[in-house]
């Protein structure tokens, strides 16, 4: 028995919690308990429709205003990254009194940037559609990887040290 008429789909695994998220292409998964049963799920997925809802209608917006690349802008987007995150990386990275390993390009739709623990270095080429301010923010947030890998206290104190108006800026990210 469907309480709501919001279709969704069920992903059962080894969990113990019951969560609700919607996906970039905003369709609405649930990720339940094995033995957790239907009725109980559809009462949950009722219980949340209005913030299911919300969530679609807020991906179907950041969709319509972020629409996926041509192959030129996506070359265009790459030759961007390529000219302009070294020299970024060479003044923060001196700033920071940091070192890393290799920078990659990729193509990740939600990572804008790792670091991994040998200091080697990912940005998506997505990251420049963004301001430099955004990208600024991005650079020093994996430089200061570092120094932490983790994002606990220090991690952050390292950050604001050197751009103190790191929110502000990663504030931009978000639709």
């Excluded at 649930?30 to 679609?56: C, K, L, T, Y």
């Amino acid at each position: 028995m469907q309480v709501t008429d919001l279709e969704y789909r069920v992903i059962r695994s080894d969990r113990r919690t019951i969560q609700l998220q919607v996906s970039r292409d905003a369709e609405v998964i649930v990720r339940a308990p094995r033995g957790m049963s239907q009725a109980r799920i559809d009462a949950f997925v009722a219980q949340h429709e209005a913030w299911a809802r919300n969530a679609q209608a807020r991906m179907a917006a950041w969709r319509e205003a972020h629409p996926e690349p041509t192959e030129a802008e996506k070359r265009a987007l790459i030759q961007k990254a390529k000219a302009i995150l070294p020299g970024k990386l060479e003044h923060y990275s001196a700033l920071m009194g940091v070192s890393y390993g290799t920078v990659r390009i990729t193509g990740a739709r939600t990572r804008y940037g790792s670091c991994n623990s040998q200091g080697n270095l990912c940005f998506s080429w997505r990251l420049m559609q963004y301001p430099d301010e955004v990208i600024d923010a991005l650079v020093v947030h994996e430089l200061a990887h570092r120094k932490h890998m983790n994002h606990q206290k220090g991690f952050y104190e390292e950050v604001l040290r050197v751009m103190p108006d790191y929110y502000e800026r990663i504030k931009l990210l978000k639709i």
